[in-house]
């Protein structure tokens, strides 16, 4: 329908030509005019009814001009912009004047409210009296948007300005070339510098010297492959005096992706560095001699049997008891005493290496950790210098004192596998060499025969601890790194001897190996594994997939796997509920039955993880030869992670490497919040330790996944 023949009035309708009396519009060629105007232009009468629309009108009221012309448009529009709408009408008509104003209106075919900048005028009839209004309203609705945004934009701005001058934390802004552009007040007040003084210069002016090479490799690789970096760093101030900073590096991008800016926020936090080293320091080390006390050394032994334990090298641990110390204290006195203490602990000092850790452990013993010996010929020489320095006279002030030392010895892992054994162990070497004339060393020789023993009556015992329903499963939580959401366990067999109470899988675990018995062990445990994942899928409405260990000897059976599927189908489980962990070792044979097994594993969808990984032999070859799908770094990685650089390198590499290959990470012995943040920036997908619980009887397991449902 034209535009003419739209127009409507109460009556009726209303033709071109009565539009031509009462307004004086010519006729000629009018439709296509009024059509053509680009804004929208509409036309209403004295009772605000409109007359007519042209085609952009309708495009920006979202309005079909038939449905519209001849209505007030209350129907179409909300009764707020309604009563808007008539009260700008009825002022055009009583003031007979053009006004222009702002104004919402709602868009039927966007389904929104839009802006409009609107200008309405009468329309004089022939007898001089406003008969009609025109109105025309351009859509500014974007305009607006944009003007709206910028002032957000600059309220922002203002805002992170304000924040960047008053902040209480130091703020250093460098550019893409790491020269210094920007500094804040309480980076001046920090270090000292003002920004004339540092302007255009490379932060390293501030360096303290206490950092390696290899912590800014680090330091500037985070920065590039995450654009983050927070940690600790030592620097100087402009007085040159020293300042442990807290601090936190951002990257700043151009809309190209390249570096714009790097962003640093610091804090000092040198007093408690200082008052945490000084606490450090009288938790760990004797204040008498300044060495190691017994805490430290038992945290330094158990790093140096784990390194010894994944290096293959012997480690040697000395007991050293001051003979006739107990005389010099009662002749002469305590004070006299701890002289000869000091003097003893450096003269042992000099007749160690560096690379050796001595400690007191209280009294008159003291302990060297040997790691890495060549041969015990060395070790030898080590406890025979010893002997020697202190057999010297020694001055005490007025007085002299001669005393003799006894040293016990024993070698790991020949003579003990174990902390509380070695220890044990090197106290009987001592007292052995006490018994021989003191001023000597003994090694402990019994070990053999007693272990010989040992294994024999274990063994026997262990051949009924399944029908006498000694043997237990417990599960360990493996967490998503990120979360700490249970995702999966490791199956970890336990043994509940009834006069021995619970035997370590140390223990027992290489007996079942060297015995046969693991074969029948081990498919318990898998059984008892596939119940605990059909347990919880039924309890908990959650599929947790559990590892568990298998030996070599597992491995070579062909039969296994079968059953295990068809125990799986049985109970409605996919195949993925079970994961089959596996050391090194197994792959390095690179056999054909491994091979095979593997590829039965692959086809049946068993999941495979190869446990400890970093320990072994860790041919990176055997990654790409056979189907893997998780690897466990080893906890001996994570222990120091966040203190040691080498741990970090090789941890973070491991997980960069596995993800290349399309391997997950699962994180061994997580204990400390430190760890799992730094594993998680490193990406490990998931974590396993103390720090979210130890191993548990499938009951504590129920709980701690209600808590999580919870």
């Known amino acids: 329908m034209g535009a003419v023949h739209s127009i409507r009035n109460k009556g009726g309708a209303m033709d071109q030509r009565r539009i031509s009396r009462d307004t004086g519009f010519l006729d000629h060629d009018f439709e296509e005019i009024f059509d053509a105007i680009p804004v929208a ?31 007030d448009g209350a129907q179409f529009f909300p009764p ?52 009609y209004l025109v109105g025309i309203t351009s859509d500014i609705t974007e305009r607006k948007r944009a003007e709206s945004e910028h002032r957000q934009v600059e309220e922002s701005m203002k805002l992170a300005a304000q924040i960047y001058r008053s902040s209480s934390e130091a703020i ?53 492959e995450h654009g983050r970096w927070q940690g600790e760093v030592w620097d100087r101030r402009s007085d040159g005096q020293l300042i442990a900073k807290w601090v936190t590096i951002s990257v700043i991008r151009s809309l190209d992706g390249s570096v714009f800016r790097h962003v640093a926020q610091f804090s000092d936090i040198t007093e408690k560095k200082l008052q945490d080293e000084l606490i450090w320091h009288q938790a760990n080390f004797d204040p008498l001699t300044d060495l190691p006390n017994r805490r430290l050394f038992r945290d330094r032994l158990e790093q140096e049997v784990k390194k010894a334990h994944r290096t293959g090298k012997p480690l040697a641990l000395l007991f050293i008891d001051l003979d006739r110390f107990k005389e010099i204290n009662d002749t002469f ?7 000869l203490l000091a003097e003893a602990a450096r003269r042992i000092r000099l007749c160690v290496r ?26 030898e020489r080590i406890a025979q210098q010893i002997i020697m320095e202190l057999s010297a006279p020694f001055e005490l002030g007025s007085d002299r004192g001669h005393i003799s030392a006894s040293v016990g010895i024993t070698v790991y892992p020949d003579d003990a596998e174990s902390l509380e054994e070695l220890m044990k162990l090197a106290d009987r070497a ?17 070990s053999m025969q007693r272990k010989a023993e040992e294994k024999r009556v274990l063994t026997s015992d262990l051949r009924h601890a399944l029908t006498r329903d000694e043997l237990v499963v417990y599960f360990q939580p493996i967490v998503d790194a990120s979360t700490a959401r249970i995702v999966k366990a490791e199956a970890l067999l336990r043994w509940r001897h009834p006069t021995r109470g619970m035997v370590s899988p140390m223990d027992f675990i290489p007996l079942a190996e060297e015995s046969g018995l693991i074969l029948e062990i081990g498919e318990w445990v898998f059984q008892r594994a596939i119940d605990a994942v059909a347990h919880w899928q039924e309890a908990f409405g959650r599929l947790i997939p559990v590892s568990v260990n298998k030996s070599p000897l597992q491995f070579a059976e062909q039969l296994a796997g079968n059953r295990w599927m068809e125990r799986l189908r049985t109970l409605s489980l996919p195949s993925h509920s079970i994961t089959v962990e596996i050391t090194e070792s197994i792959l390095i044979k690179d056999s054909p039955t491994v091979k095979r097994r593997l590829l039965d594993f692959r086809n049946c969808g068993v999941e495979v993880s190869i446990d400890d990984f970093g320990t072994g032999f860790s041919s990176l070859s055997y990654l790409k030869q056979f189907d893997v799908d998780f690897l466990k770094i080893d906890r001996s990685f994570i222990g120091n992670l966040a203190e040691d650089a080498a741990d970090k390198a090789l941890t973070e590499a491991i997980i960069v490497m596995a993800h290349k290959l399309g391997l997950k990470t699962i994180a061994e012995g997580v204990e400390t919040e430190a760890q799992r943040d730094m594993l998680v920036r490193f990406d490990c997908d998931y974590a396993q330790g103390y720090l979210f619980s130890g191993p548990l009887p499938i009951e504590g397991f129920d709980a701690l996944l209600q808590v999580q449902a919870a």
């Open 41 to 71: 232009v509409f036309i209403k009468d004295r009772d605000s009814r409109v007359v007519l629309i042209n085609r952009a009108c309708e495009a920006q009221w979202g309005i079909p001009r038939e449905a519209i012309c001849g209505t």
């Open 80 to 131: 707020e912009q309604m009563k808007v709408f008539l009260e700008k009408d009825r002022e055009v008509f009583r003031g007979g004047a053009q006004i222009e104003f702002e104004e919402e209106y709602w868009n039927s075919t966007l389904q929104e409210n839009r802006i409009g900048h609107t200008v309405k005028k009468p329309i004089y009839d022939s007898a001089g009296e406003p008969a």
């Open 172 to 224: 250093m802004v460098t550019d893409e070339h790491n020269r210094i552009v920007d500094v804040n007040d309480a980076f001046t007040r920090l270090m000292g510098y003002e920004l004339s003084e540092i302007e255009g210069k490379d932060p390293r002016i501030m360096q303290s010297g206490l950092h390696d090479k290899e912590f800014y490799r680090q330091f500037w690789q985070a920065i590039k």
């Open 333 to 339: 006195g305590h004070d006299k005493g701890d002289l």
């Open 354 to 379: 560096d690379t050796d850790t001595l400690a007191r452990l209280g009294g008159d013993e003291f302990t060297v950790i040997v790691p890495e010996f060549q041969g015990v010929v060395a070790v």
């Open 430 to 446: 001592m007292y052995l060499a006490k018994e021989q004339g003191r001023g000597r060393f003994a090694y402990f020789t019994e």
